[in-house]
């Protein structure tokens, strides 16, 4: 069945470091994909999304493509700030959403 | 509001218990999502309608869970005999409609959750 595996955290970063957060999956047909982020205390956000392959999905500075060839659609931010830090799931859909598992990302100042 | 809403946001109830969540979606969504989230892990899919039928409830762990959506808005998830394993935030998630087909874009806007604990 549909699957997506995402890097385990936590991650830890200084300050303007740049984030990558990897994702793949595994999935028949060409699913739409998404990045949801929980801040601490929060309900799940759509972050990011990308409905076909080679689209690039960005938003609050964030940035993933959707990789067919490599089944992956890795999360970058070039420069990240303390309130960023968040649990951040990858998840595509083709009939209902399937989820990994999360990342948790922790910025220091 | 303009979001999805959920109710209670907490809820602690003892072993063997009924319960109810109730979810509000976002007015005009006909496609509505059941979540259940345990510490630390990705939501886990329970049910979905489109309009006021289930269209897929593949996700409920057994027969104690049920949910109804009378008017095609609000949702009821209830789970009877509850037990420990239980406890959870349930998630509500609604969004605009579905394809029907194969291919599905359309985002889901989720709800706080409910905090359910059973003691």
């Known amino acids: 069945g549909d699957s997506v595996t995402q890097m385990e955290g936590p991650v830890t970063l200084s300050e303007e470091a740049f984030l990558t957060i990897n994702c793949t999956y595994t999935?028949?047909?060409?699913?739409?994909l998404f990045w949801y982020v929980q801040y601490p205390g929060e309900g799940l956000q759509l972050l990011l999304k990308?409905?076909?392959a080679d689209d690039k999905g960005s938003n609050k500075g964030f940035e993933a493509t959707y990789r067919k060839e490599t089944t992956s659609f890795h999360l970058e931010k070039g420069s990240v700030q303390v309130s960023d830090s968040a649990v951040y799931f990858c998840?595509?859909?083709?009939?209902?959403?399937?989820w990994g598992a999360g990342t948790k990302l922790i910025i220091k100042p | 509001g303009a979001g999805v809403s959920q109710t209670p946001s907490n809820k602690v109830t003892e072993k063997g218990k009924y319960v109810e969540l109730r979810c509000d979606p976002i007015?005009?969504?006909?496609?509505l999502y059941w979540y259940r989230q345990s510490l630390g892990q990705g939501p886990e899919f329970l049910i979905y309608?489109?309009?006021?039928?289930?269209?897929?409830d593949s996700g409920l762990p057994n027969d104690r869970f049920f949910a109804v959506r009378p008017e095609g808005s609000v949702s009821t998830l209830k789970i009877q005999r509850t037990e420990r394993g239980d406890s959870a935030v349930y998630l509500c998630?609604?969004?605009?409609?579905?394809?029907?087909?194969?291919?599905?874009?359309?985002?889901?806007?989720f709800g706080p959750g409910t905090r359910l604990t059973v003691l």
């Open positions: 998630a609604s969004s605009l409609r579905t394809s029907g087909g194969t291919k599905n874009t359309d985002t889901q806007y």
């Open positions: 007015s005009g969504h006909t496609a």
């Open positions: 309608f489109q309009g006021t039928g289930a269209a897929d």
């Open positions: 999935a028949t047909g060409y699913p739409s």
């Open positions: 990308a409905t076909k």
């Open positions: 998840a595509l859909i083709g009939y209902q959403l399937i």
